[in-house]
């Protein structure tokens, strides 16, 4: 009697079969997986997020349209603005800008020609116009600014001031009041243009000092502080409040502090921010036009204080290097104010009384920002 094999082949087979239909849903479910995760960081800065733009950018036409939309990157002023005279490059710029500006104007009159009457009482009656105007006048108090000195150049704006460094042509420090109600509202920052600042004595760096250079022009004082008020938020594109910026970093880390601070400012209904680069002699350049210094570090610093409230003021420092921080954490970054003092030889909130601030800028605790207050 012979042995029958076929019994035991059909179960090989059949157990071949459910092990490979079982490595097959493993496959799928790390594929699935996968997917999710690529999509998840593909427009995040880091490794993800740059094989992400090089995969894309083979399959992309090099046609207008497939430039890809950078926050950060100004429209460059025309081939017109290439003077090598301070006033006649101002000019060509001022005119490139006011020229957008006098169309944007033609057609917000026309749109709002198009909306009937009805439109324009129910907007007034029951208030659906989503764009919050500020209560607050924007004073800063003389507690908030750093020591001035004889000969600092100062620039103010409406919710902003600063001290110009023309040596380095970008700010020293930017002081600017955020309050709570700022950050809520409609006002883009889609339509805006850097500018050149005209307050500057001998003139700002210009948005072309910036081209083809590999660094963002980032803000000191955040676009995203003003979303109440275009007009507000519009101030935040002179380029006196813009230094260069790594992208990473720009976009990363420093985004997401300003962020913090945004919610911090929320939370407390009034924080006083100072921020800026570390400068000193011999730092690289980049520039068509101007000289500008790419800082090696920026700091910023958050101070809460307000007196007749009774609640306890408090101060937190941050001191990043302008380099590509994926992956830390910025409490990482936390220092005092006095380190901050001792690596930019600047005074910060000289006005504080003696005792407040001698304690604040000893010490900086993160957790009495992130615990619940």
């Given amino acids: 009697m012979g042995f029958n094999v076929n019994p035991i082949r059909?179960?090989?087979?059949q157990t071949f079969k459910l092990s490979y239909m079982k490595s097959n849903r493993i496959i799928l479910i790390l594929i699935f997986f996968g997917v999710g995760y690529l999509l998840y960081y593909k427009d995040k800065a880091g490794?993800?997020?740059?094989?992400?733009?090089?995969?894309t950018g083979v399959f992309e036409s090099k046609g207008p349209?497939?430039?890809?939309k950078n926050p950060y990157k100004a429209p460059e002023p025309d081939t017109e603005a290439t003077a090598t005279?301070?006033?006649?490059k101002y000019d060509d710029v001022a005119t490139a800008t006011n020229k957008k500006s006098e169309e944007k104007e033609d057609s917000k009159q026309e749109k709002e020609d198009d909306s009937s009457i009805f439109d324009k009482i129910k907007d007034k009656v029951f208030n659906t116009d989503t764009q919050e105007e500020s209560s607050d006048n924007g004073e800063i108090p003389d507690f908030a600014f750093p020591a001035i000195r004889k000969g600092d150049e100062i620039i103010k704006h409406k919710n902003y001031t600063l001290r110009y460094e023309e040596d380095y042509e970008v700010p020293a420090w930017v002081v600017h009041?955020?309050?709570g109600e700022y950050t809520r509202g409609t006002a883009s920052r889609g339509d805006n243009q850097f500018m050149p600042d005209r307050?500057?004595?001998d003139n700002s760096a210009l948005s072309g000092d910036y081209s083809s250079t590999g660094?963002?022009?980032?803000?000191?004082?955040?676009?995203?502080d003003f979303k109440c008020c275009q007009e507000l938020m519009t101030e935040t594109f002179y380029m006196s409040n813009i230094a260069p910026q790594v992208p990473d970093f720009n976009r990363g880390i420093w985004e997401n502090i300003e962020s913090r601070i945004r919610g911090w400012s929320v939370r407390d209904e009034e924080l006083f921010i100072v921020t800026g680069p570390v400068l000193r002699k011999g730092l690289p350049t980049i520039g068509r036009y101007n000289n500008v210094a790419v800082p090696e570090f920026f700091y910023k610093l958050v101070l809460f204080y307000q007196p007749k409230s009774g609640k306890k003021p408090r101060m937190i420092a941050f001191l990043l290097p302008n380099e590509s921080l994926v992956?830390?954490?910025m409490n990482s970054f936390v220092v005092s104010v006095d380190e901050v003092e001792k690596a930019t030889g600047l005074d910060f909130f000289a006005k504080l009384p003696a005792d407040i601030q001698t304690k604040l800028e000893a010490n900086s605790s993160w957790s009495d920002w992130t615990k619940i207050q």
């Fill in 85 to 88: 005279k301070a006033d006649e």
């Fill in 215 to 224: 660094y963002d022009r980032g803000h000191m004082v955040p676009a995203g």
């Fill in 199 to 201: 307050k500057v004595k």
């Fill in 177 to 179: 009041k955020l309050r």
């Fill in 65 to 68: 349209k497939s430039e890809e």
């Fill in 47 to 55: 490794p993800i997020g740059s094989f992400w733009k090089t995969v």
């Fill in 327 to 329: 992956g830390k954490r």
């Fill in 10 to 13: 059909r179960i090989v087979l």
